[in-house]
């Protein structure tokens, strides 16, 4: 039994893969009168008059929401919002098994931006945060800029900053390993939708200064026809030299190749063409734009991709269990870039010396150390951010 059959025939048998539980036994008339009426009329008085008591008084403090509209799930497109579930069932079970975060999995049956931030506007104070999951560019920009500004607490889409946290922590340990400078790096990124405006605009903001970006039409060139406002406003701060060309050409050169796209697009050739000791981070899934092999014979120095039977997995699952955590922890706001950069070096940072190698230089997802370690950043780095709204026990 292959993967995928195996896959159908467990989720046939688990019928969802959450449920929901009572924290609290309710055996007899006094604990059902604590836990509901007539008791629990004192807890929602309290919190009528000071709505911030619905976090020490409800499972909001540790509650996320997981919300798509199922317009991009993950290599599959756009299936709709009912196909989308079992995907965001298993987020959800990733925040829990990861981070130890209660999520709820909420699929919006609507394409209109307008709507859906309406939609989540009005059911986000149920939560103390939201992870937004599997929207498509460039849709997905202008609902997570928008529900930022109308709801207080954390929006987050996983796809753009989840992926751009982890791949910016290979890329300084992988530059720490090859002895270069994040500033001498030119890096390549083939794919100019979520993830890749998302990482192209981390990596400048820590320190990077040479970044070609390509869509389906070649290297981005600011005065190009784009997308969207992301990538627009991207475009006039890559491709300096203002470059035309295609894949082949940006990679004359250049010391990293990040990979948000399709399968097999980068040949050998091209991977020879790149400066001494070369970084290919080949993300598409199942299949790279260059398996690692390949890279590696061809002169690669660090090849990570996206999959768990390669070394150095770039997988989200290191960064938003434990950013979402931290930021919980502390009841933020917001999820700032200090947080995310916070976050990135955390992650890091938990490959030692010792560890870090050209097959190491991102930690294993089952590192049981990652999540806690990323909180703990996070959550200081909230404090820092003025987003915090409290402080965690152990940042006081």
Not at 54 to 68: F, M
Not at 126 to 138: M, T, V, Y
Not at 314 to 336: E, H, Q
Request: one cysteine or more; charged letters at 20%.
């Amino acid at each position: 039994m292959d993967i995928m059959e195996k896959a159908l025939a467990a989720h046939m048998e688990w019928g969802g893969k959450l449920e929901i539980r009572s924290k609290v036994s309710i055996k007899d008339k006094d604990a059902l009168s604590v836990a509901y009426t007539p008791g629990v009329a004192r807890p929602c008085l309290e919190i009528q008059k000071n709505p911030s008591l619905s976090y020490d008084l409800t499972g909001r403090q540790n509650l996320v929401a997981v919300i798509t509209d199922g317009t991009a799930v993950l290599g599959l497109g756009d299936i709709g919002p009912l196909a989308a579930m079992p995907v965001m069932e298993g987020k959800c079970a990733l925040f829990s098994e990861f981070g130890g975060v209660d999520a709820i999995p909420l699929c919006v049956d609507t394409k209109d931006p307008d709507e859906f931030c309406k939609t989540v506007a009005l059911i986000a104070g149920s939560f103390g945060g939201i992870n937004l999951e599997d929207i498509s560019a460039p849709r997905c920009f202008e609902i997570e800029k928008k529900l930022k500004k109308m709801v207080d607490i954390p929006v987050f889409h996983d796809d753009q900053h989840g992926t751009a946290v982890v791949a910016s922590a290979a890329i300084m340990n992988a530059a720490k390993l090859a002895g270069k400078s994040l500033s001498d790096l030119k890096i390549v990124i083939n794919g100019a939708g979520a993830a890749g405006v998302a990482i192209a605009e981390m990596l400048l903001s820590i320190g990077v200064q040479d970044i070609l970006m390509l869509n389906s039409k070649g290297i981005v060139c600011e005065g190009d026809k784009l997308s969207s406002e992301a990538l627009t406003s991207l475009s006039k701060r890559t491709n300096l030299q203002r470059i035309h060309g295609g894949l082949a050409d940006a990679m004359k050169g250049a010391d990293v190749f990040i990979g948000v796209s399709k399968p097999n697009l980068v040949t050998p050739e091209m991977v020879k063409t790149m400066n001494e000791k070369p970084f290919i981070f080949a993300m598409a899934n199942p299949t790279p734009e260059i398996m690692p092999e390949l890279a590696k014979e061809a002169g690669a120095f660090v090849v990570g991709t996206g999959r768990s039977d390669f070394p150095n997995q770039i997988n989200n699952v290191l960064a938003f269990p434990g950013i979402f955590k931290g930021a919980l922890s502390v009841r933020a706001s917001d999820i700032t870039e200090g947080m995310k950069h916070a976050a990135a070096a955390a992650i890091a940072g938990c490959v030692s010396d010792n560890e870090l190698s050209p097959d190491c230089v991102i930690p294993n997802p089952f590192d049981p150390k990652v999540a806690q370690a990323v909180a703990e950043a996070v959550a200081s780095a909230a404090i820092s951010d003025g987003v915090a709204r409290i402080c965690s026990e152990s940042k006081c």
